[in-house]
Each structure stands twice: as structure tokens, then as C-alpha cells.
């Protein structure tokens, strides 16, 4: 049974850093790109970083770009996603989804594409 579990989300004040964890069972983690979504109330899921499953290939929406730093450990099953300078428009609840691609190594934009999923964590940043 795949798992993918969030953590590290919470409030913080703008300008505020988080950093969050998703950390994987279930599957052969190194043979998966790996990405983080949000999802604000009232708006559709949005792409916001991934990497590719050998780590090489990062890539971030225009939105958090040079805000947002997107790591994995292969040998822990873990993805993170460092955030700093939040904005209360990161505000959102925040999924990490794992796509099978290899031996391709590239990364996927959209969430049709990914297998599977997390409960998510919420993000809250207060002005």
C-alpha cells in the first residue's frame, strides 16, 4: 500500500520560512519523479515544484520560483520543499504526489500524471 505523508506545514507570518517533508512507503521511491501541488479554497490544484526521480531536474512554478527550494532523499524516501519569503497568497493546503517516470527523467506539470497522492498539510500565512 502506497503512503505519501506530509508534515511541516503550520501558520506563519509573511516572510516567514516552512519547511515540508512528505515521506514515502510502499514503493520503489527512486523510480518516481516527485512534486508538491497547493490547493487554495475556491481554486483549482496548482503545480508548484518538482524533481525528477534521479534528482537531477528541478523544476518550480513562476509563482515560487527563487522562493522555493525542492530537495529528495532517495535513500530515506523523502521529498521536501523549503520555503522562504512566503507571501499570504501561498496560503493553500499543500500535496506532495509521486509520478512514475523512470527510466525517463523528466518532470510532470499537471496532476493527471501523477499516481499518487497525499493527505496534504495547510500552509497559513498571516499578513
Known amino acids: 500500500q502506497v503512503q505519501l505523508v506530509e508534515s511541516g506545514g503550520g501558520l506563519v507570518q509573511a516572510g516567514g520560512s516552512l519547511r515540508l517533508s512528505c515521506a514515502a512507503s510502499?514503493?520503489?521511491?527512486?523510480?518516481?519523479?516527485m512534486g508538491w501541488f497547493r490547493q487554495a479554497p475556491g481554486k483549482e490544484r496548482e503545480f508548484v515544484a518538482a524533481?525528477?526521480?534521479?534528482?537531477?531536474?528541478?523544476s518550480y512554478a513562476g509563482s515560487v520560483k527563487g522562493r522555493c527550494t525542492i530537495s529528495r532523499n532517495n535513500a530515506e524516501n523523502t521529498v521536501d520543499l523549503q520555503m522562504n519569503s512566503l507571501k499570504p497568497e501561498d496560503t493553500a493546503v499543500y500535496y506532495c504526489?509521486?509520478?512514475?517516470?523512470?527510466?525517463?527523467?523528466?518532470?510532470?506539470?499537471?496532476?493527471?500524471?501523477?499516481?499518487?497522492w497525499g493527505q496534504g498539510t495547510q500552509v497559513t500565512v498571516s499578513s
Open positions: 504526489a509521486a509520478d512514475r517516470t523512470y527510466p525517463g527523467n523528466f518532470i510532470s506539470y499537471t496532476t493527471n500524471d501523477y499516481d499518487y
Open positions: 510502499g514503493l520503489t521511491f527512486s523510480r518516481y519523479a
Open positions: 524533481v525528477s526521480w534521479s534528482g537531477s531536474r528541478t
